[in-house]
């Protein structure tokens, strides 16, 4: 390249450069100038907003519309195990009256949307026209509640002919909780509202399934009539499919009703269980209550009662009313409990099969003499085995196991078996019960413990217990929900059965088994006999309180079939009416379970499982009356 090429080159570079840096210096000053500008423009907003802020805020608002409406969850149902709806939450309106619609343009639909809310719904002209005068600027005035859809019918007919000129009333979407059958499963289903959510049983223990979200519509219109509109839909509660066999809940609630109206009972509680699994198929007490009215006392006491309590006494009442038997009150168990003092016997070696043992009527247990049932009878029940014993309902054969046993392990066997603490069962409110443990039981504790006194458990406890032993030790988790559905039936939780442990081997559950089975064929509790039927079971007769008040709870616990048990089933009869409440008889709970059983069986395609003929046993006595025990053993807190 020559130098003049070279130069001229060099020219041209120069003079871009010079260009740019002009360029560069324009764009800085432009710029700085728009910066300027902004904080100019940035400062004069901040000083009208801040000398005549409300004044503009306000001139915009009153040029715009905003809304915001509320769109309701529907809560979940809850069935029972074929799809029975027990629990459901039914659509309803309430009547929303909008003064400031109503009576805008002049007044132009004023007389004819008052007239429309009288014809449709009867109300009152002049105390519509009150509230409307009361409150001229109001949009929302709630005029009536919880209508169907079929009330709201007519008058969304007449509103929907724009010639009639209804304006400024609109309806609010609501729920209301519903029970088709009133009283079927109350203690168990339990109720709601919606204020308060779950306020008993299912209801309460599974609230935040039963409950959704709500959704929520937001509107908002400008000046220049755009509108802007975004809707959350609501998400709708769960559903809850219970473990409850609906005809067999109706079938113990049908018996349960007919034993009280003859014989009125402070309270009669059943519960009958698959004890292969811990399903809890039915489950309910006397007395009952309405769950679409449960504050309704009107069908417990009578007019002049009523009158006559206070609002604290009713508030007692109601709370007596809704406690759940099977789940809150703890008791003494009286003989029932003496298949788990000889399973616990058989389990450790200290008894076996075919032992026998001489019944004197009493046992010394140091100072103390405790006597048998058959004391004031037959004085005696003489040389038994272990299975004649349990169809005797001997007291001293089962204080000789417990004492065999010792303290410590009869304690710790009590514990196995689940007395003393929750069993965890799906409802709310279960109570432990009282008993002692390895470290406070005495001797005279265990001896009395070993027929059931001076313990105090919950039916729940003793059915789940009970079923373990006749099912080859198997101890299941009670339950009575089976699983959990989305609104749109996808299973959210499956609560398959839980094995919780292993109570006894599989040998001691067969002789109980047998020894159950005897006990109804040809012992105490032959009246719960069903001819074609093998049936198992155990009655029990235990004092309340002081022991001269002669109040008694009476019980049976049974199964069938006794060597294949499908159907479990435990009667407790608190304070019963009749005979029944002088002499502590059991045949009350006998024919009761009887009775039941001959309409489940069948029900529950549990076939006849032998030809034997039923043979009245004659002279065996039904077990009446208690031991009289130790006052000192009376049952105490002992659970710490």
């Avoid at 009493?362 to 004085?379: A, L, Q, R």
């Avoid at 040809?522 to 009246?527: L, N, Q």
Wanted: hydrophobic share 35%; glycine share 8%; proline share 4%.
């Amino acid at each position: 390249m020559d130098n003049t090429s070279e130069a001229k080159r060099k020219r041209m570079m120069r003079r871009k450069r010079a260009m740019l840096k002009r360029t560069h210096r324009r764009i800085n000053v432009a710029f700085i100038i728009a910066f300027v500008l902004l904080l100019a423009l940035g400062i004069r907003i901040f000083m009208i907003n801040y000398t005549h802020g409300e004044e503009y805020s306000q001139e915009v608002l009153n040029h715009q519309t905003y809304t915001s409406t509320t769109i309701p969850y529907m809560r979940g149902n809850i069935t029972a195990s074929d799809g029975t709806v027990l629990a459901y939450s039914e659509k309803v309106y309430n009547l929303i009256l909008d003064v400031k619609s109503v009576t805008s343009e002049d007044g132009k639909y004023l007389d004819s949307t008052i007239n429309a809310l009288v014809k449709c719904f009867g109300l009152d002209k002049d105390n519509v026209k009150k509230i409307i005068n009361d409150n001229p600027t109001s949009q929302y005035q709630k005029l009536l509640k919880e209508l169907t859809s079929d009330e709201i019918a007519e008058f969304n007919e007449l509103k929907s002919d724009k010639s009639n000129n209804i304006n400024g009333v609109w309806f609010e979407e609501s729920f209301v909780r519903k029970y088709p059958f009133s009283t079927l499963a109350c203690d168990v289903i339990g109720f709601a509202s919606n204020v308060n959510g779950g306020e008993l049983g299912l209801e309460s223990q599974y609230d935040d399934e039963l409950s959704g979200t709500d959704g929520v519509t937001y509107s908002y219109v400008d000046e220049e009539l755009n509108a802007v509109e975004t809707t959350k839909q609501a998400i709708n509660g769960n559903n809850i499919i219970t473990t409850i066999d609906y005809n067999v809940q109706s079938i113990i609630e049908k018996h349960i009703k007919a034993y009280n109206d003859e014989k009125p009972s402070k309270n009669t509680s059943i519960i009958v269980m698959n004890p292969k699994n811990g399903e809890i198929l039915g489950m309910a007490s006397y007395p009952q209550f309405d769950l679409n009215n449960p504050r309704n006392l009107s069908g417990i006491y009578t007019d002049e009662e009523l009158a006559a309590m206070s609002d604290t006494d009713k508030t007692n009442a109601l709370y007596k009313l809704w406690t759940n038997y099977c789940v809150s009150e703890s008791y003494e168990p009286g003989s029932t409990f003496k298949p788990f003092t000889i399973a616990a016997g058989l389990e450790e070696g200290v008894v076996h099969d075919g032992d026998t043992y001489e019944c004197k009527g009493f046992e010394m247990v140091g100072p103390d003499k405790i006597k048998c049932h058959s004391y004031s009878t037959t004085g005696s029940h003489g040389v038994l085995t272990l299975s004649e014993a349990l169809e005797n309902s001997c007291n001293p054969y089962m204080i000789n196991i417990a004492i065999k046993l010792g303290n410590v392990r009869f304690a710790q066997y009590e514990k196995m078996f689940g007395f003393g603490a929750r069993t965890g069962i799906d409802l709310p409110g279960e109570t432990t019960g009282i008993t002692y443990n390895e470290n406070n039981m005495t001797t005279i504790d265990a001896a009395c413990n070993s027929f059931g006194q001076t313990i105090n458990v919950n039916m729940v406890q003793m059915i789940a217990a009970y079923s373990s032993i006749i099912n080859d030790g198997k101890y299941y988790l009670p339950h009575i929900v089976k699983r959990i559905e989305s609104a749109n039936g996808e299973v959210v939780k499956d609560n398959s059965s839980i094995l919780v442990r292993q109570t006894v081997t599989p040998s001691t559950s067969k002789y109980l088994r047998q020894y159950l089975e005897n006990t109804v064929s040809k012992g105490t509790a032959h009246k719960a006999a069903i001819e074609g039927y093998s049936i198992a079971g155990k009655t029990g007769t235990a004092q309340k309180g002081n022991r001269d008040d002669l109040k008694w709870i009476i019980s049976f616990i049974g199964h069938a079939p006794a060597d294949d048990p499908k159907l479990a089933i435990y009667i407790v009869l608190d304070e019963p009416d009749g005979t029944t409440g002088t002499s502590g008889s059991t045949s009350d709970a006998l024919i009761l379970a009887r009775d039941i059983m001959e309409e489940l069986l069948p029900y529950m395609n549990i076939y006849k499982d032998t030809d034997a003929p039923y043979v009245d046993p004659g002279d065996t006595p039904e077990e009446s009356g208690v031991t009289d025990i130790p006052e000192s053993t009376l049952p105490k807190d002992s659970n710490n």
